[in-house]
T-cell receptor, first 116, second 112 residues
């Protein structure tokens, strides 16, 4: 149980375009979802916390107008990287926490974004 | 959020028991200790969670002393496929967000 699906797993885009990444909890309702960013050989860095039906809470230094997060339902959160640039190239990972509040986060497989 | 300290890397051989210790000196009363495993280019995977004493599941054991200022993840009889980065996180699982801060983790390399 507790499966999180993230799509796409890999995307290449041109500089200036926007990319949408989807995160779905398949077998549980996720009241809270998280978006992380990970550069090579580094740890995960939390970008934002997404709660269903409300605005996301962004970490310091993360531009909310560039990284648009929508958590429209209890099973789906999306991250849109707007006007992507090469420096946005990274590994983006989502996670979901179920309503039981066990504190355990279940992670998606990640999305490798390459901006040319 | 309690800060954690782990060894940057560890080496082991197949079939050995591996113990990875994490220090969290300023752990709060409501904080739980959670360990994740991450393979390259994949999202982290939950391994085990505990509050005190010992917790065991099908893949690992977690030992937490009475003062809770540290914890040890024990992997019995590791195999090559256990080569990964292991993260120790501490946070209040009952908080509204339960955001956890990932440290640098421990890179475990298992050799034949």
């Amino acid at each position: 149980g507790a499966v999180v699906s993230q799509h796409p797993s890999w995307v290449i885009c041109k500089s200036g375009t926007s990319v949408k990444i989807e995160c779905r909890s398949l077998d549980f309702q996720a009241t809270t979802m998280f978006w992380y960013r990970q550069f090579p050989k580094q740890s995960l860095m939390l970008m934002a916390t997404s709660n269903e039906g409300s605005k996301a809470t962004y970490e310091q230094g993360v531009e909310k107008d560039k990284f648009l997060i929508n958590h429209a339902s209890l099973t789906l959160s999306t991250l849109t990287v707007t006007s992507a640039h090469p420096e946005d190239s990274s590994f983006y990972i989502c996670s979901a926490q179920n309503s039981e509040r066990s504190g355990i986060q279940y992670f998606g497989a990640g999305t490798r974004l390459s901006v040319l | 959020l309690a800060k954690t300290t782990q060894p940057i890397s560890m080496d082991s051989y197949e079939g050995q028991e591996v113990n990875i210790t994490c220090s969290h000196n300023n752990i709060a009363t409501n904080d739980y200790i959670t360990w994740y495993q991450q393979f390259p280019s994949q999202g982290p995977r939950f391994i085990i969670q505990g509050y005190k004493t010992k917790v065991t599941n099908e893949v690992a054991s977690l030992f937490i002393p009475a003062d809770r200022k540290s914890s040890t993840l024990s992997l019995p009889r590791v195999s090559l496929s256990d080569t990964a980065v292991y993260y120790c996180l501490v946070g209040d699982r009952n908080s509204g967000y339960s955001t956890l801060t990932f440290g640098k983790g421990t890179m475990l390399l298992v050799s034949p």
